[in-house]
């Protein structure tokens, strides 16, 4: 990778400063080295990505130090940025920091000079180191306090330092590897975090069209009855208004012919009152007959219709718009094992103590109480419920075709079957690669079962109010069939059938 060093006059001052503040801290160091903390001061001139003392250090604008090789290979694998603060480096720029390097080298080569130092009480060379005191210690020290017996006690300093060396580099190495662990385990985190809110964002957007469509379809059917109750509206309208239009002109009508007759009736010359008399009350006789012609327009709007069981005719037209729609399924007498009993219309199923005779084909359970549904899915989207009412043990789910039909065998994902199972009334149990212990607030009475291939998904639910029992997600690459086991019915404790229910739409 290439990298650039800055060569404007505030870099150059910048890097002399360094250099003078190195100076002074060294040259302090040098005289009073036996008063610093070893450890701090090493641990400031360590690089964050090796952990190591700086090897050739340079300085990011941010301020943050590093071994020019450990921030090359970081900025190769991962991209440019700040390793510690993760901020952007512009044009990849960063400055040798050559104070540090100093520094660096200075704790490098420098040693500890024990035996240079005399003991304060004894005024010998501290040549020993004291393991309880964790201090150095003089041979005088040694022979006057501690017994010969505890004398192991006591280290030369060498063998001290090699062992304490020794302990501080395995633990070095354990912590890195815990630290390549850790950044294993973060990726991973992260990687799991992004797979969580891209799933979450798809699942979202599932929901909204699925309420979307049901909306839509609503909306539609409010419309349409809305127009039509509109138009059937209006046309009675324009019937009950013509009507009163009629209705006013004959009662005007018939008021003009009542002021007629009065006149006539008001005439005093006997001449006059009798001429023409009969042709008068023909004109006013067939005037009374057409306004004795009205009638009342009584239609109204149809309340059948208009205000009906509204819900339910939404809810069976519906059924159109249903994905997955109610799966009508029957079992395949071809598969059930030989003690089970099946309904004339094949949608209940009960074990029985008689065992049947019955021809041994492949596709029948020999062993297991089980049967299948005689219709499989190799794609789509599916849901059909079960009655368990009453019943104290039973297993349903979803099976592969080519699953063992003969014999003992394991339940489990990696062989073909996706199940829940009751047992003991009230112990369920999810049946997946580890088996899962499920509590539900009541005891179900009918169990639904959904199927989304393509998605790889089966799902159950307590199908009284839809509450979610459980999920398996899988990858499916062959047929699947509905899988119904009532289990032995257990001298009548357990004779209740499981019922496909049948939805009447």
């Not at 003690?339 to 297991?368: A, G, W, Y």
Request: net charge neutral; proline share 4%.
């Amino acid at each position: 990778m290439s990298t650039s060093t800055s060569k404007n006059p505030s870099t150059t001052s910048f890097t002399s400063v360094n250099e003078r503040e190195a100076s002074t801290v060294i040259a302090s160091s040098s005289n009073t080295s036996w008063e610093l903390h070893a450890d701090d001061f090493t641990k400031e001139l360590s690089c964050v990505i090796c952990l190591e003392l700086f090897r050739e250090p340079v300085i990011l604008s941010c301020g943050h130090n590093f071994c020019k090789p450990c921030l090359e290979t970081v900025w190769e694998e991962k991209g440019v940025f700040c390793p510690q603060c993760h901020s952007n480096v512009p044009d990849q720029k960063y400055i040798a920091n050559k104070a540090l390097e100093k520094m660096a080298n200075k704790i490098k080569t420098f040693h500890v000079g024990c035996q240079q130092q005399k003991c304060l009480e004894h005024s010998e060379p501290l040549t020993l180191y004291w393991k309880p005191q964790e201090k150095l210690a003089c041979f005088s020290c040694r022979e006057s306090q501690i017994p010969k017996d505890q004398s192991t006690q006591f280290l030369l300093i060498p063998d001290a330092v090699q062992i304490y060396t020794e302990k501080l580099l395995m633990m070095r190495i354990q912590l890195r590897s815990i630290l390549v662990k850790l950044e294993m385990l973060k990726n991973a985190q992260e990687e799991k975090i992004s797979s969580h809110k891209e799933n979450k964002l798809q699942l979202q957007y599932h929901i909204s069209l699925e309420f979307l469509k049901l909306h839509q379809f609503l909306h539609g059917k409010e419309k349409m009855f809305i127009n039509q109750l509109k138009e059937q509206g209006e046309i009675l309208l324009q019937e009950m208004e013509a009507n009163l239009n009629k209705l006013q002109d004959r009662s005007q009508s018939a008021k003009d012919t009542l002021v007629c007759i009065q006149a006539r009736l008001y005439q005093q010359n006997s001449a006059g009152f009798l001429k023409g008399i009969k042709a008068f009350i023909e004109r006013m006789e067939q005037k009374t007959e057409n306004s004795s012609l009205a009638e009342l327009v009584t239609g109204t709007l149809s309340a059948g219709e208009f205000k009906g069981p509204m819900h339910y005719t939404m809810w069976k037209e519906m059924k159109s718009i249903l994905s997955p729609d109610i799966s009508f399924l029957t079992l395949d007498p071809k598969t059930a094992h030989p003690n089970l009993i099946l309904s004339e219309r094949m949608t209940c199923v009960r074990h029985n103590d008689i065992k049947q005779m019955l021809p041994d084909i492949p596709e029948r359970f020999d062993c297991s109480v089980s049967v299948l549904a005689s219709e499989g899915f190799t794609s789509g989207r599916y849901y059909w419920e079960v009655e368990v009412q009453k019943k104290t043990k039973w297993t349903l789910g979803v099976v592969r075709e080519s699953i063992n039909r003969k014999g003992n065998y394991p339940l489990s994902p990696k062989e073909g079957h996706w199940l829940i199972k009751l047992r003991n009334k009230n112990e369920l149990k999810a049946i997946d690669m580890q088996p899962k212990n499920l509590t539900l607030a009541k005891d179900p009475s009918r169990i639904g079962v959904y199927l989304d291939y393509e998605s790889g998904q089966v799902s159950f639910y307590d199908a009284d109010n839809m509450s979610h029992i459980y999920t398996f997600i899988d990858t499916f690459t062959e047929k699947l069939y509905p899988y119904f086991c009532p289990c032995l019915n257990d001298s009548g404790e357990n004779s209740e059938p499981l019922r496909i229910v049948a939805f009447h739409m």
